[in-house]
């Protein structure tokens, strides 16, 4: 059978499908960093989210179970050992007492992306208390949350704003793998910062006032840990430069303070309080010598509590990274109100890709032999199987291409365009296999098929447009791959399938 | 009498217009039991927790759910409980715990009852009361605005009116009709269940393009034939989508809760369908023919 133009275009949209989904990455070995503490040594040797790791000390690495199982070999001792990791951007070296501080995936196999409720992780939903913002709002809202959450180590998170039919904009966060929790503690608390002597502020969290923050080494760290009351406590410290105009305003303040008697005159008579979204977070007396002067280098200190000194020291450690990130980034410019939170277990996740997949295949066996029953040909019945694969194979391919997440919503909207495919090609069938008496030449019948298919196509196209706005964009990713779905069928699928049935029908 | 083509023929000609009314007939009882509904629960709909607010939490693995059951609902009064239940095994798979309190409020009384969540094991989802009022409005806003742009299609393609009218009605009734099934048997409808009616608007109206072009602009045999020849491929395509959309509800289990309230619209739309279309659409047409004189 010679091909036609619209039966090599398929061919050829085929081919870029299959390049650009990658199956055969399902053959790669090795794990995919998926974030990297920015305190950590990990990340001073120069390791980065979306790497992959081939080996560790020469252990070939090839999914997670090796790479756990690597890890724990190697610190069998709490003794600290030389880890060199091999990755696809290079060899990185460093020195570790305990497991690397980075979270690992297997390498993903292929480009596909599936979204959340397939892949577990945590999604909310935020707006502005109060007050209603507009897009540009949002706009820098996401950015400010991006290096917020980016500050705090999270770096496998989607944040976009959305906005719905009624003209509200919101801020979607998806976190893979995070817990609801929290990315609740990160949302909700505005990280609002300010130190202040008496009533007057001397400066705020942001680059503006804090040029520098401490992390590693010597700028930061748990000094202390004591036994108090019934459990334990941890102080932290860590080291801020402040701006030379911040300097200057706290030379200002304490320029005109007395000395404080009770303490011996080694202490001026107020201190600097620090609040965090307007609670107390922690008094630091300000040495005498410090009056009127333009310090720009500050310590700042704060506690965390538990039951054990290890919870202690975890509190602690927690405490300091919130505080670090908060000095760092600044303030959100809003409070927020968390008005959508989702957590998706894993394992249901995983779950539901599985019966997808046994869905998917009594499908295809059930429309076949429906189809066989009614046509009694192989040739047509594999003709329309195969050319409902193809266009969600296509579809699938589109959506990768515009880094769309295949979510739940998005595997059944598939689903109703390869259901709307197979009803278009039983016309086209149906028509160009009319036994009618007076029939028209199968070129005309095949056109009048397409008038349907096209009338068809417009009013599904015109029955998803709303979804892509309604409910924040929610149902988005079902009205997208539906569309796709029937715009394939229409661009490539249908005229080559309709080519193939001429062809049959003429013979 | 023996069954001929002829004679089915010629029993469709004399009787069509009473099949007609058996359809129409069907409709005005589901419309007014939707409005029977609304004035006692106050919506034309049952809405779940994503459209009316709340929480909803999906616990994995096999659950002893009777007693969880009993004793939860001592301390939370409105819990409702779903499970996800493998069909040929009987096994629980999951079982999905639903309020209208917040998710920190509902996984403490779970807790209390002994049960360990943690995010490996459990799902949550929880939506704002204002957000799923804005997402229930705003998705039946949607619903609406995709019925006008079907119908302005449905005008454009054929350019006259009682033939696409005909065609809109069908696809009202779909909807009118698998509204009343559902809330007769009392199921409550998530966001993606009202994104199925939408799939439905555009998914129905393929067999009433099917007949209304066939027998329209086609002048191959009598009306009747074309309309039976309609009728054998139209068949197929809502059989052939049935296929596709039943075995998701009756032959594997464990998918997502909204993948399968797209499926149970989806199929009960299109099989609301096969009597819309084949029956009153069909009648309109075969009226419409008569008093225009289309042969």
């Known amino acids: 059978m010679k091909l036609t133009l619209r039966v090599w275009l398929l061919i050829f949209v085929l081919i870029f499908s299959f390049l650009a989904i990658a199956p055969w990455k399902v053959l790669d070995s090795g794990v995919l960093i998926k974030t990297v503490n920015k305190t950590s040594a990990e990340y001073e040797a120069g390791l980065r989210p979306g790497m992959t790791i081939h080996s560790i000390n020469g252990n070939s690495i090839k999914n997670i179970v090796s790479y756990t199982q690597t890890i724990s070999e190697i610190f069998q001792t709490a003794a600290q050992q030389k880890i060199t990791l091999t990755t696809n951007k290079g060899e990185f070296i460093f020195l570790a007492d305990n497991s690397p501080d980075i979270t690992i995936s297997n390498v993903p196999a292929s480009r596909l992306k599936t979204g959340l409720d397939l892949s577990g992780g945590a999604r909310a939903l935020v707006k502005a208390e109060n007050i209603s913002l507009d897009k540009g709002q949002v706009g820098d809202l996401v950015s400010i949350t991006t290096e917020r959450l980016n500050a705090f180590g999270l770096s496998d998170i989607v944040l976009k704003p959305v906005s719905d039919l009624s003209g509200n904009n919101f801020m979607l966060i998806e976190i893979a793998g995070s817990t609801a929790s929290e990315l609740k503690d990160l949302l909700e608390s505005q990280g609002k910062f300010e130190a202040k002597i008496g009533n007057d502020t001397v400066f705020i969290g942001g680059d503006k006032d804090i040029t520098y923050v401490g992390s590693t080494g010597q700028d930061a760290g748990i000094y202390s840990c004591d036994e108090y009351q019934s459990g334990y406590t941890c102080q932290f410290r860590f080291v801020i430069y402040l701006s030379e105009k911040a300097a200057q305003r706290q030379a200002d303040l304490t320029a005109n303070l007395s000395l404080n008697i009770s303490s011996g005159g080694r202490y001026l008579e107020k201190p600097l309080d620090l609040y965090v979204d307007d609670s107390l977070l922690d008094t630091l007396q300000i040495g005498a010598d410090l009056k009127g002067k333009a310090t720009t280098q500050i310590q700042i200190s704060g506690s965390g509590i538990g039951t054990t000194q290890k919870e202690a020291f975890e509190d602690a450690t927690a405490g300091m990274k919130k505080l670090q990130t908060i000095l760092k980034t600044g303030s959100l410019p809003y409070k927020l109100e968390i008005i959508k939170l989702d957590t998706i277990s894993p394992t249901l996740g995983k779950e539901f890709t599985k019966n997808l997949v046994k869905l998917a295949l009594v499908v295809f066996v059930i429309v076949s032999i429906v189809l066989f029953i009614r046509y009694r040909k192989i040739k047509i019945t594999s003709l329309v199987i195969l050319t409902m694969f193809s266009e969600a194979f296509i579809t699938l391919a589109v959506a990768t291409l515009l880094n769309w997440n295949i979510d739940i919503a998005g595997i059944a909207g598939i689903i109703a365009g390869m259901g709307t495919g197979v009803n278009d090609q039983i016309m086209i069938v149906d028509e160009s296999l009319s036994k009618d008496a007076n029939r028209l030449p199968i070129k005309e019948r095949i056109k009048s098929a397409l008038f349907m298919i096209f009338g068809a196509f417009f009013t599904i196209i015109a029955a998803m447009i709303p979804l892509f706005w309604a409910g924040a964009g929610m149902l988005r990713g079902f009205a997208l791959t539906t569309i796709i779905g029937v715009s394939v069928g229409i661009l490539v699928t249908r005229p080559a399938f309709a080519d193939m049935v001429e062809r049959l029908g003429e013979n | ?295």
């Not at chain 2, 742009?149 to 009682?162: G, T």
């Not at chain 2, 594997?252 to 909204?258: A, M």
């Not at chain 2, 739309?269 to 004189?293: F, H």
């Open chain 2, 1 to 295: 009498m023996v069954i001929s083509k002829q004679n089915v023929s010629n029993w469709y000609d004399d009787h069509y217009k009473i099949v007609l009314f058996i359809p129409i007939t069907i409709v005005a009882i589901c419309l007014v039991y939707i409005v029977g509904f609304y004035i006692q629960t106050g919506d034309i709909m049952r809405k779940d927790v994503s459209l009316a607010g709340g929480t909803s939490i999906t616990l994995d693995g096999t659950i002893d759910s009777a007693i969880l059951e009993l004793k939860l609902a001592t301390i939370i009064p409105d819990v409702g409980f779903r499970k996800l239940t493998d069909v040929t095994t009987g096994r629980n798979l999951a079982l999905i715990i639903e309020s209208s309190v917040s998710p920190e409020e509902l996984k403490n009384a779970i807790s209390s009852l002994g049960i360990n969540l943690t995010e490996q094991n459990s799902s949550t989802e929880f939506t704002g009361p204002s957000l799923s009022n804005q997402f229930y409005k705003q998705l039946m806003v949607a619903l609406v605005i995709s019925f006008i742009l079907m119908s302005f299609v449905i005008f454009i393609l054929f350019k006259s009116f009682v033939p696409s009218v005909a065609v809109i009605f069908a696809a009202f009734s779909n909807i009118v009709i698998s509204l009343a099934i559902l809330n007769f048997f009392d199921v409550a409808i998530s966001s993606a269940g009202i994104a199925a009616f939408l799939t439905l608007i555009g998914y129905s109206v393929d067999t009433d393009i099917l007949l209304t072009s066939r027998v329209l602009k086609k002048k191959e045999g009598s009306v009747n034939k074309r309309i039976f020849g309609a009728f054998k491929t139209g068949i197929l395509m809502t059989g052939t989508a049935l296929a596709a959309v039943l075995p998701g509800l009756l032959l594997i289990s464990g998918l997502p809760v909204s993948f399968k309230q797209i499926f149970l619209v989806l199929a009960i739309g299109l099989s609301a369908d096969i009597i819309n279309t084949w029956m009153t659409n069909a009648g309109i047409i075969k009226w419409y023919c008569e008093s225009k004189n289309i042969k």
